[in-house]
């Protein structure tokens, strides 16, 4: 698939998302692979409490902030301070901006990024909502951020990566735009074993976090190359047991599972 025709394609589905809601898990297909779905859905609140979330974390956002779209909890690794700039790679409907934004303070700062109109939308409705002064944010690729050099002491995203055609650039603009001694904290989907060609050219799984997800030692290298160092990605296997309601009857669960990914700017 062209670049352009999956970065297309992945606006439409979370552009949809926003508008109407989230059916399925994480970045998930909207339709299920196959037949075997559960007759009452997950809440996002469920599917984010199985991600790593709090009970606390879950209270503190705005309403329509939380659609559940994510694969893990990059707040859980981020150890972010108060005065830090965080910036959000692909932050949705702000759900992770707005629990940075309680741990940075009003000295600090969040720019969420996000390429989708709608999303863009509700994130700046929900942020109203709170009257959340230290967020704000930004339309843009996260292969060329709309933000100035050397200026984030964190960059995070939630199963976002995955979905770049161009994931090298994604990580090099991740370092463009971090301070020396900033850090990633990134949640996302790697791939363990390779997928058969039906999975790999799915067009929804490729929208829905699996297909386009890279193998652990490519994410590293990609990383180091752009200038990283103390780079790790951590897998969960356990991670397995959330994954395989993304599609359900596919056996996802076996190629893919969710992983947290860190490195540092000298």
Known sequence: MEKTDLKDLVRLRYGNIAVHGRNGGCCA??????????????????LSARMGYSAEELAAVPEGANLGLGC??????????????????????????FLAAAQVGPTGQVIGVDMTHEMLKKARENAAKVGAANVEFRLGEIEHLPIADSVADVVI??????LSSDKPQVFQEAFRVLKSGGRVAISDVVNMVPLPEKLASNPELLCGCVAGAAPTNEVKRWL???????VQVDA??????????????????????SAMVTARKL
């Open 29 to 46: 297909p909207a339709e299920s692979y196959c037949c075997d779905t559960p007759a009452v859905p997950p809440t996002a609140e469920d």
């Open 72 to 97: 893990g909890n990059p707040q859980a690794i981020a150890a972010m301070k108060p005065g830090e700039v965080v910036v959000d790679l692909g932050s949705g409907a702000g759900f992770d901006c």
């Open 157 to 162: 995203s939630n199963c976002v990566v995955n």
């Open 224 to 230: 180091a190359e752009a200038g990283f160092i103390d």
């Open 236 to 257: 969960k296997p356990e991670s397995r047991e959330v994954i395989k309601d993304w599609a359900p009857g596919s056996a996802i669960e076996d190629f893919v599972v």
